[in-house]
């Protein structure tokens, strides 16, 4: 990227979002495309030719979203699949081309008008609007293209939270609330106008949290924003870029950046009650419960942005550690929430996560030789995390933190202690985290390109801006092996990996997950060394002529269904189908498991009742691995078939217990441990089952 674009590029994401790390804007951005215009009339002068074609190049120079092919592969690395069926499909907003296997699209809502740009014209007085109420004083001398990709993110979907038949769904605008009650035909009951990006939600009883940090962020919600501030001088331009100080928007006493909270007791009407302030903001957030304090809930806050003026936030500072050891870098926040009186939430402590136990350094950790578009880069500390799961049932959390990977130890939630760390040099910046749902495994994910950038071209490397799936054993990490969406991309569908849940099939490890334009993919790492991809939905690029962010932020699965935040079109529902990888005793004993509540990255125990199809479930899959006899799988579901026909008669049910044994003995002799384990955990149901 030239010094122009990557200018215009920077105060973009450091002004605009603040929610990119600034550090890492080489490995986000895409370089600028060869410059091409079309030739000018034939009676035009040579200077007016001249001014013309300088024109044109300045204007793709200086746009970072102008599609460009990956370069060659580098020595020893394989791309993505051109001939996948995903692979260019007709683009479009609402009519692009469409392709799935095992999953079926029940229904797209579209955002609400109050929650869209309402133009596609960049010369739009839309668009000099929403920049003005961002505070970019200069918008006028940026590129139409970037003008009209800033004003579109304003309003783009982000995550997403569950309570009962309501689904909430983040925004950089605020937050919409839908009753799903019927998934294939939802409706829009709240639309809360809340600006300050990127509005990342969880929900607890009758609280609702949400994520800010961008410099448009009022205490009072409002869309009006702030004065823009004045161009820099003249001698400040005239700086190198290492000389330099970063620019932050001028001090204001009603900026909000941190974590709102709301009383939804009212759902069509929520009202705020808290606004915890933070120094970096917050990027995203995760709800935390301690099983041995009822009475509070915890918020770890992970702020990625700039470190505001402590003329804004007393005690702010964003020096390095040698300079300032109360700096606002290396740590997380922990915010302490009365239920029963949320107004008095506030921050209990700042654990200093990357610290190093031998010698106290708070910068402790680096990311190791983090690849660039270039190939390697410096090595940097890691001063922030993007993203936390916490898995409260096993006293862990898995933190995606810029250049590593790492392990707390959560059992006293107020003070996290970190157990391990681990980095990759194939990884650009770790994004978030999942656990598998017996705590064997956690899957990473690499965020290269920032969900700006194209990132699944042919040529691009299928380890980099994929995942890496580790074995967890005595809270030590072991990396296993990567798994990228296989599909290659088209040059202006932003594409990397994002975020994911479970999908609770019994006896398997399962994730749907996210990957922006890329759309869905659902994973089985049941054996982490060989994930597969066993279903998928995608659809064409919404602008084949310019990258923009679009396509799915977030796809998990909830009470038997799968929705997915599309950022630029809305709120998307799916539900698996059968497949040769799925069947449907597996999707039936997954729809088995209902929750009152779902936030994803305050990951919950799966525990599925002894019921019969949850045996039909793991017989399906003993077949399918080959790991019993056909006749001994055949005489166990004729048993099976039978006690339920029967309604669970006595005799038919003792039957079921005479199976029992064979199968614990059988155990012992599996092939894989995961049949191993299948097999005692139907061996258990057959012993005790339930209707």
């Known amino acids: 990227m030239n010094r122009a674009a990557s200018i215009l590029f920077r105060l973009m994401v450091a002004v605009l979002f603040c929610s990119f ?15 091409s215009a079309a030739g000018p009339q034939a009676s035009q002068a040579p200077a007016d030719k001249d ?3 300088a024109k044109a190049e300045d204007e793709e120079d200086g746009n970072p979203f102008a599609p460009e092919p990956a370069p060659a592969l580098p020595p020893g690395m394989t791309g993505s699949n051109v001939n996948d069926p995903r692979y260019d499909l007709k683009p479009g907003m609402y009519d692009a081309g469409e392709t799935a296997m095992g999953m079926k699209h029940l229904a797209l809502y579209k955002k609400p008008d109050a929650f869209q740009l309402g133009s596609d014209d960049p010369d739009s007085p839309k668009v000099q609007k929403t920049l003005g109420q961002l505070g970019i004083g200069m918008a006028a001398k940026m590129p139409k293209p970037i ?6 993110l304003a309003f783009a979907n982000s995550d997403i939270a569950f309570q009962g038949n309501h689904l909430f769904l983040g925004n950089f605008y605020g937050v919409n609330i839908y009753d799903i009650s019927n998934p294939a035909n939802a409706s829009l009951l709240t639309s809360m106008v809340c600006p300050g990006g990127q509005g990342d939600v969880s929900v607890y009883k009758n609280l609702l949290f949400m994520s800010v940090e961008m410099p448009n962020g009022r205490l009072d919600c409002g869309t009006q924003g702030f004065p823009s501030d004045p161009a820099p001088a003249a001698d400040d331009k005239d700086k190198d870029a290492k000389d330099k100080k970063p620019h932050h928007p001028a001090p204001q006493k009603d900026r909000f950046r941190g974590v709102r909270i709301f009383d939804i007791s009212d759902i069509k009407n929520p009202k705020q009650v808290a606004a915890v302030q933070t120094c970096r903001g917050s990027h995203t957030h ?8 009822k009475d509070n809930v915890y918020i770890y806050v992970s702020g990625t942005s700039f470190v505001r003026q402590a003329e804004e936030l007393a005690g702010c500072s964003g020096e390095a550690p040698d ?3 109360n700096t606002a870098l290396f740590r997380i926040e922990v915010i302490k929430v009365p239920v029963a009186a949320p107004q008095n939430a506030k921050i209990v402590s700042s654990p200093r996560v990357f610290i190093d136990a031998r010698t106290g350094a708070m910068n402790g950790l680096n990311n190791g030789g983090t690849h660039g578009k270039k190939g390697p880069e410096k090595a940097s500390d890691s001063n922030q995390c993007h993203d936390i799961t916490v898995y409260t049932a096993i006293g862990l959390a898995a933190g995606a933190c810029s250049g590593n990977g790492i392990l707390l130890d959560i059992k006293d939630p107020v003070n996290p202690k970190r157990v391990d760390a681990v980095n990759d040099p194939n990884y650009s910046y770790w994004h978030s985290a999942s656990f598998s749902n017996d705590g064997s495994k956690v899957v990473f994910t690499d965020e290269w390109g920032g969900g700006l950038g194209a990132r699944c071209r042919p040529n691009d490397p299928n380890k980099w801006g994929a995942d890496a799936i580790f074995n967890l054993k005595d809270e030590k990490l072991t990396f296993a092996n990567y798994y990228k969406m296989p599909a290659a991309q088209g040059d202006s569908k932003n594409c990397v990996a994002h975020n ?8 398997r490890d399962i994730e749907v997950q996210a990957w922006y334009q890329g759309g869905i993919s659902v994973v089985d790492f049941t054996d982490p060394a060989n994930p597969v991809e066993i ?6 690029a919404i602008d084949p002529k310019m990258l923009v962010l679009g396509g799915d932020w977030s796809a998990y699965w909830y009470n038997g269904h799968i929705y997915a935040s599309e950022i630029a079109r809305g709120l998307d529902v799916f539900e698996l189908t059968p497949s040769k990888f799925l069947t449907q005793n597996e999707l039936d004993a997954a729809k088995t498991i209902q929750v009152s509540e779902l936030n994803v990255q305050n990951q919950q125990k799966i525990e599925w009742a002894p019921k019969l199809i949850v045996a039909k479930a793991y017989l399906d899959q003993l077949s399918r691995s080959q790991s019993l006899p056909a006749d001994r799988i055949s005489a166990l579901q004729k048993a099976i078939q039978t006690a339920e026909s029967s309604h669970m008669n006595k005799g038919k049910v003792a039957k079921l217990r005479t199976m029992a044994p064979a199968l614990e003995k059988d155990a012992a002799t599996a092939k894989t441990p995961a049949d191993s384990s299948r097999l005692r955990a139907l061996a258990q149901i057959l012993m005790h089952p339930v209707a």
């Open 21 to 35: 790390n600034v550090s890492l804007l080489r490995a986000q951005a895409q370089a600028p495309a060869t410059p």
């Open 286 to 293: 995760t709800l935390v419960q301690d099983p041995n304090d």
């Open 51 to 53: 001014k013309e074609k």
């Open 147 to 152: 003008q009209l990709v800033i004003a579109q």
């Open 535 to 540: 279903a998928y939905f995608d659809r064409g």
């Open 500 to 507: 994911g849940s479970l999908v609770p099939v019994p006896g």
């Open 323 to 325: 300079k300032d050891p």
